[in-house]
């Protein structure tokens, strides 16, 4: 049996057997599946979120979307993507075209929002992401799209989803709340000698009750970020190589904006070839922001060549002598680093850089065990009082 629905939308025998049945005011279909139109795929995709509770695209399936996608407005609403998604590499069309993100000046492919969204099934999100890392090495202010940017949601699950070669950020969470995504795959590896450059895990801004857990993260910027105002943050069990780190900031940068980061517990997490371990940073000198960092704990960090392991700076793109005279408008308080373990790439391990005046308050270092390369591991500080069975191991602080 065929209903009249349109001829994109392949319909399962439960959307038969639920739109035989629906009841009123219920106008979608339970179960679509669909297969690729030979075009663009992106009009097809936007009906059947609209029309349909569960959305199928089956393992066999490549969605080809050359246009972007705006699913804002969602409710109860399954992807189920076993097959792939791909965007397409068309970066004319995305840079004229893309959804436009105001904060640090960006685009995104694809804008998810609403409530009650389940994206999952095993399958592949893919950014096409090799024309703009090579563009983007001869076009230094390229607007390059992130994959995906669920906005203004709540109750929002990603699952088993891989995400490849992302132009940019993989992930935005954007004034959401009660979104768990977990086991997620990335990677973004460069084909040429240009890097991945700037594909970031996760960035969280302005959204509360944020979990990303069992994940697996290779690529070339930060693993998870926590932007202005995330709050309640659980981040636990990743495998991050070659990133950033798991980065608090940077904070405070722009003057009249006041940035909250509070409540974050980011738990066993293995860190390799990577910038920094566990970071915060926040925006020091004339002509910034201010802010609050408050309840940090990083717990449980097994780090293998990170160039810096674990590392606060209340001084960033700030040098000493104007840290001095303009210290840092973001406070830094509550904070845990226990039991970071594994190799830095350089003598210093671990740093400490505060602002004077005691604006970073209550720092706790326990079980701290970090090797430098060769010689004696340093631990570094300035401006902060220390407590912790670790805090003797930074000769420079006072240890409370
Ligand atoms: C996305 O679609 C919604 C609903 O149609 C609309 O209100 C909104 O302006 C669109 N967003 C963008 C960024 O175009
Ligand atoms: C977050 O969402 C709001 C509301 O849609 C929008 O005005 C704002 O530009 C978004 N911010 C970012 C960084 O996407
Ligand atoms: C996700 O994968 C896990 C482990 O592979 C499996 O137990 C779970 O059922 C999957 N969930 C969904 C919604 O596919
Ligand atoms: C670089 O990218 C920007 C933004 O996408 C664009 O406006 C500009 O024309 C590009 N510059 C060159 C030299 O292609
Ligand atoms: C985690 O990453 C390391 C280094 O890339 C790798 O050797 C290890 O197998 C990974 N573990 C898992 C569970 O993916
Ligand atoms: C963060 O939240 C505070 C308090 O609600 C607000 O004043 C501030 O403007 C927010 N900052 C940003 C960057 O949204
Ligand atoms: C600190 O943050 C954690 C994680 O969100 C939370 O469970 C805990 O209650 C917070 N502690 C305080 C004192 O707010
Ligand atoms: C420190 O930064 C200030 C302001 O950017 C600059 O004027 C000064 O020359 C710098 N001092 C040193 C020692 O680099
Ligand atoms: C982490 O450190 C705390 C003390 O700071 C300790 O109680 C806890 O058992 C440690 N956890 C692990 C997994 O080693
Ligand atoms: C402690 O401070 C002294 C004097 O400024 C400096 O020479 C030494 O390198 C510092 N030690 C560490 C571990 O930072």
Redesign the pocket.
């Known amino acids: 049996m065929r209903l009249r629905l349109p001829t994109f939308l392949v319909l399962s025998s439960a959307a038969t057997l639920s739109l035989a049945s629906r009841g009123k005011g219920q106008h979608k279909a339970a179960s679509c599946t669909l297969v690729a139109s030979g075009g663009d795929d992106a009009p097809q995709f936007l009906s059947a979120v609209k029309s349909c509770t569960t959305v199928v695209i089956p393992k066999t399936t490549t969605l080809n979307i050359n246009s972007r996608l705006n699913m804002t407005g969602l409710s109860n609403t399954h992807i189920d993507l076993a097959g792939t998604i791909k965007f397409s590499p068309d970066i004319p069309y995305w840079t004229g075209n893309g959804f436009f993100i105001p904060f640090q000046s960006q685009i995104t492919f694809w804008l998810v929002g609403g409530k009650n969204i389940h994206l999952s099934g095993g399958g592949t999100l893919d950014g096409s992401g090799q024309v703009w890392y090579d563009a983007f090495a001869s076009n230094s202010t390229l607007l390059r799209p992130i994959i995906l940017t669920i906005t203004q949601a709540s109750d929002v699950v990603v699952e088993n989803i891989t995400m490849i070669n992302s132009p940019e950020w993989h992930n935005l969470i954007n004034e959401s709340k009660n979104v768990v995504y977990r086991n997620i795959h990335i990677n973004a590896a460069s084909t040429s000698s240009h890097t991945a450059k700037n594909t970031d895990g996760w960035n969280i801004y ?1 959204s509360d009750n944020v979990v990303i857990t069992d994940s697996v993260i290779n690529n070339g910027d930060d693993c998870v970020a926590f932007k ?2 995330a709050t309640n943050i659980l981040v636990a069990n990743l495998n991050c190589t070659g990133s950033h780190g798991i980065s608090v900031g940077s904070l405070g940068q722009y003057p009249g ?4 980061v509070e409540n974050v517990i980011a738990r066993n997490i293995r860190m390799s070839n990577a910038q920094n371990g566990a970071r915060i940073k926040a925006w020091a000198g004339p002509n910034v922001g201010s802010g609050i960092v408050k309840n940090i704990t990083f717990d449980g960090f097994i780090e293998s060549k990170v160039d810096h392991p674990v590392i606060i700076d209340q001084c960033y793109m700030t040098n000493a002598t104007a840290c001095a005279q303009f210290p840092s408008n973001t406070f830094i308080q509550d904070i845990w680093f226990n039991n970071i373990s594994g190799t830095g790439t350089s003598s210093t391990v671990a740093q400490l850089t505060c602002s004077p005046d005691g604006r970073c308050k209550n720092i706790n270092v326990n079980n701290l065990h970090l090797a430098a390369p060769a010689g004696t591991a340093k631990y570094t500080c300035q401006n902060v009082v220390l407590s912790g069975n670790s805090a003797s191991l930074f000769p420079n602080c006072t240890v409370t």
């Open positions: 302005r202005p105002n904006m006041f940035d909250i």
